[in-house]
């Protein structure tokens, strides 16, 4: 089980996730840090404080799944991963290097803790529904949770699934919606419109809760409400901003997929950590 | 040498296209910039359909737009469209013939280090297989643009397989460009050496080495793997013995095998195969990919030598 962090806690962590996500992008000289950085605050409080898993057995049965469905955002994920324990925290930096477990996109082959291996739009929530429907058959609680784009919703598989986990009452699923309203053509209403988001997801039978996908207690209580809903999965829409802490990719579409310069890096840091610097 | 991605010629290809081609629109799903879309949706911001994630969906809408009398050139990367949206071109495309253009960005693994999900390295197989399939592979930048434009003139499915990497723009623009002609890019009698994309230049590399060792490689450029041009590969088999094929791309049901299908029935002579070996490919830059996966003039050359072992 996990100890409980305070809400001071989990921001400090936040920043220490967020100087991750800069650095390794940098250190790669290429990867994803706007949709890394909106999806901070929806990640570290599910692995600190909500998913029941043991980082030093990550093939635990009992254990909650998390599957990553917007898989070019791997280096938020493997930094609360290594943070939690599943790795070293040094082992950060080899992130898409030759012979790296971090590849540029998740490989579960290739790092023990991942539980799908994604890159392609759209499939995670279909992986989620079968995992829990194969908890529910073998009898076991654990729950799975699924973090997609806004844009990922575009895909038409999104819709299939929501289907699946609906018709299947399966209440043991979390999708997450990082809603920052960018892709990276542009603005999502621009590129292809996705609202009204929440009536979609409530005429599709899923229980809705909207949020703002950075307010670490509003994260929290809606973690909880999801695992009380019964009888119906729960999507928890998270209104966020893309390249959140780093004031000069903040809803900066060409932030996406860019590594940041070592110039930029000093920026970015000084922005996370403030004139102190880190802990 | 000057260096320059196919992509650009896709780009170069599609804008000349908008300015001599009213029928031509040009359809997107999120990825403009990098597959060079971008610039024809500029120049022609009413011809251009960004369709989001949702590379399915863009296909069925293709197939509407050609019913509808225009040619809709879909783009976006080769794992997402020849892949994902594999049974739309099936059924809705080629088996009813329409005249739909599939750009395919980023084949290969010289994407680098995106890795293996952002790898294509299956197209050439996928889309071989379709019957009424036109497949072509530019080589360069300047082939790219030509490429594109032939497309657009023949009437039908066709795929164009574009990649990320700045390489080696060595065709001329003089050069001829037909649809299902190959082009002999070095003349040879003892092995030939038949490429497909920017991995030629690394085959005339090769070539360019096996002479300092006394030995004639024929160069051909494949630009269309279909339909194949059999014409030059017998010939090249009856004239030279000994064939090496070089592709970035699975050997198993790509160029290598279409060859190999074609020599086995009329004309078998030993063949090699220089191309990815049965596996995914991972994170890195596209120089140590290239030395890993075996796709260097070195790797085609001592291809070329084992080939030579086994002419009789
Ligand atoms: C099937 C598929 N199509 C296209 C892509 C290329 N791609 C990678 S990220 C991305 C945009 C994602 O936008 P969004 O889902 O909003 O993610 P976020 O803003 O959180 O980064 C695209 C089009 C892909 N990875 N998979
Ligand atoms: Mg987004």
Not at chain 1, 111 to 130: D, M
Not at chain 2, 134 to 148: G, M, N, Q, R, S
Not at chain 2, 205 to 221: F, M, T, Y
Request: net charge negative; hydrophobic share 40%; aromatic share 6%.
């Amino acid at each position: 089980m996990q100890k409980t962090l305070s809400i001071e806690e989990l921001k400090d962590i936040c920043r220490d996730v967020r100087a991750d996500i800069v650095r390794m992008t940098a250190e790669a000289g290429s990867g994803h840090p706007g949709g890394s950085l909106s999806s901070v605050e929806l990640l570290v409080p599910l692995y600190f404080s909500v998913l029941n898993h043991r980082p030093s057995q990550p093939d635990w049965p009992e254990r909650d799944r998390f599957i990553l469905s917007k898989g070019h955002v791997g280096p938020v994920l493997y930094s609360v991963m290594a943070r939690t324990g599943y790795f070293p925290v040094e082992e950060l930096l080899t992130f898409r290097k030759m012979g790296s477990r971090l590849q540029g996109h998740p490989s579960m082959k290739a790092l023990p803790g991942l539980e799908s291996s994604s890159g392609s739009l759209g499939q995670g929530l279909s992986i989620a529904n079968g995992l829990a429907l194969a908890a529910r058959l073998n009898g076991r609680s654990f729950r799975v949770y699924c973090l997609m784009g806004d844009g990922e919703l575009q895909e038409g598989q999104v819709w299939e699934a929501a289907m699946t986990a609906a018709h299947y009452k399966l209440d043991n699923v979390c999708a997450l919606v990082d809603y920052n309203n960018l892709q990276i053509d542009g603005k999502v209403e621009d590129v292809k419109n996705i609202a009204p988001l929440s009536a979609k997801w409530q005429s599709f039978n899923w229980h809705v809760i909207e949020i703002d996908g950075h307010d670490l207690s509003q994260v929290l209580k809606a973690y909880r409400e999801a695992k009380s809903q019964k009888g119906k999965p729960t999507v928890i829409i998270a209104h966020t901003i893309k390249g959140k802490g780093v004031s000069f990719m903040e809803n900066a579409a060409e932030w996406h997929g860019k590594a940041p310069n070592k110039a930029e890096l000093e920026r970015a840091l000084q922005d996370i950590y403030g004139e102190e610097g880190p802990r | 040498m000057k260096m320059k991605p196919t992509r650009d010629g896709y780009g170069e290809g599609l804008l000349e296209l908008g300015r001599t081609n009213p029928d031509v629109v040009v359809l997107d799903a999120d990825l403009a910039k990098s597959t060079r879309t971008e610039w024809f949706m500029k120049q022609y911001p009413e011809r251009f359909f960004d369709m989001g994630i949702a590379e399915q969906d863009m296909l069925g809408t293709a197939a509407g737009l050609a019913l509808g009398g225009k040619i809709p050139f879909v783009t976006t990367y080769g794992v997402f469209v020849a892949g994902r949206a594999w049974d739309q071109i099936r059924t809705t495309v080629a088996y009813a013939g329409l005249n739909v253009k599939i750009g395919g960005a980023h084949g290969g693994i010289s994407v680098g280090p995106d890795g293996a999900t952002h790898q294509a390295l299956e197209e050439i197989a996928l889309m071989r297989v379709l019957p009424g399939m036109t497949l072509i592979i530019p080589a360069d930048a300047v082939e790219a643009k030509k490429a594109t434009i032939a497309a657009a003139g023949i009437n039908g499915p066709c795929y164009l397989r574009f990649a990320r990497e700045a390489t080696p723009v060595f065709t001329r623009e003089e050069d001829p460009f037909v649809i299902g002609k190959a082009n002999t890019l070095r003349e040879g009698s003892d092995v030939t050496i038949i490429a497909c994309g920017p991995i030629l230049y690394e085959a005339l590399l090769a070539g360019e080495r096996l002479q300092e060792k006394g030995i004639e490689a024929r160069v051909i450029n494949m630009h269309t793997v279909k339909p194949l041009d059999e014409e030059a590969i017998l010939k090249a088999a009856s004239e030279t013995g000994a064939i090496v094929t070089a592709e970035e791309h699975q050997i198993m049901g790509g160029l290598g095998g279409a060859v190999a299908e074609v020599l086995v029935k009329h004309k078998p002579v030993p063949v090699e195969m220089v191309g990815i070996n049965d596996t995914f490919g991972e994170s890195g830059t596209p120089e140590e990919l290239a030395e890993k996966y075996g796709l260097r003039a070195r790797d085609i050359m001592q291809a070329a030598e084992r080939v030579l072992g086994r002419k009789k």
